[in-house]
């Protein structure tokens, strides 16, 4: 099917890129200036902002709250942003609709963020993060059922890097992985997936801008091939979580997601994909009013549900 024409009509009106160096603060305070105000944002029972306190020092976190029992399921929420934009507030709308349609806590992660802070020191706060939630659950008001980690473009690429070092680790705490779009691989050759040439331009996020943003989180001395950096470089993904990876039909990284999925079904990883006709990278934070779109966060909960933690 064609691109959704909601979509369509809100992306012929953005400007083409000019090939201009990016600038992460200006890039920002673009995104804080389509922020919510409060009292538009979706209801839960609470809403806390808090600190984590880690073996990756503290790291803010957002604590969502869906109703007023004592105890819930947990979801650790990695936002996306490639890996320099993003925050809690430009993905509280879906860190709120994860928590309401899942009957999950969700907590959002306030990682550290390139180029301030390049690789790994996102991906070491989120992971620390995950270990906090599973050691402080009595505090937190954790039932022991799931403890499901969750994230979108490059906060996908963590919940897959999260995943396998919890795995190495001996960390078997996490019961589910939620990939929205991920971006699993860091190496940006056009001739590697076919959704790179196929949706390369006109389609909100392009192929010819991978490279240069994601250039901040790598620029630390970070490679490509390290599976933690390209976590689809992971030669044996066996024994890692069951796994929800959502990919969009317009999307450049919907290949590099897709593979992934067949990869973990192969290596005996309970894993679902699920394609969205006519979405384009981003939709759940930008789209997900659109009631095709929003269904994720009910296909979010029956995975949840169909696989109940231990």
């Not at 029972?45 to 819930?72: F, K, N, Q």
């Not at 954790?142 to 994230?151: F, K, P, R, T, V």
């Not at 091939?225 to 689809?232: E, F, H, K, N, R």
């Not at 919907?254 to 990278?281: F, I, M, P, Q």
Request: proline share 7%.
């Amino acid at each position: 099917m064609p691109l959704h024409p909601q979509i369509a009509k809100i992306l012929a009106t953005l400007p083409a890129p000019d090939g201009s160096p990016l600038d992460p603060a200006a890039l920002r305070a673009n995104e804080a200036a389509r922020i919510l105000p409060a009292d538009q944002r979706l209801p839960l029972h609470a809403v806390v902002d808090a600190t984590a306190v880690t073996s990756a020092g503290e790291v803010p976190v957002r604590i969502y709250t869906p109703t007023d029992a004592a105890e819930h399921s947990i979801i650790v929420y990695f936002h996306g942003g490639a890996f320099f934009l993003g925050s809690l507030d430009t993905h509280d709308h879906v860190a709120r609709a994860l928590a309401s349609e899942t009957g999950h806590k969700v907590i959002s992660v306030g990682y550290r963020l390139a180029p301030e802070a390049p690789f790994p020191a996102g991906l070491e706060d989120c992971y620390a993060v995950v270990r906090w939630a599973a050691s402080t659950g009595g505090s937190l008001g954790w039932d022991g059922g799931n403890l499901a980690i969750a994230g979108d473009s490059s906060g996908g690429n963590f919940v897959a890097a999260v995943a396998a070092k919890a795995h190495d680790d001996g960390f078997h705490h996490i019961t589910h992985q939620i990939l929205y779009y991920p971006s699993l691989d860091l190496d940006f050759d056009a001739n590697r997936y076919l959704s790179l040439r196929e949706n390369a331009e006109g389609y909100g996020l392009e192929t010819a801008g991978l490279k240069p943003f994601n250039a901040f989180y790598l620029d630390g001395g970070a490679e490509p091939g390290d599976p933690l950096v390209s976590p689809i470089k992971r030669a044996d993904l066996t024994g890692l979580p069951p796994a929800l990876i959502v990919t969009a039909e317009f999307d450049p990284l919907r290949d590099e997601g897709e593979l992934y999925g067949r990869r973990l079904d192969e290596a005996g990883v309970d894993t679902t994909v699920s394609r969205y006709s006519g979405a384009n990278h981003g939709f759940i934070q930008n789209f997900s009013w659109i009631p095709e779109f929003h269904r994720v966060f009910a296909e979010t909960s029956e995975f949840l549900n169909r696989s109940p933690g231990k």
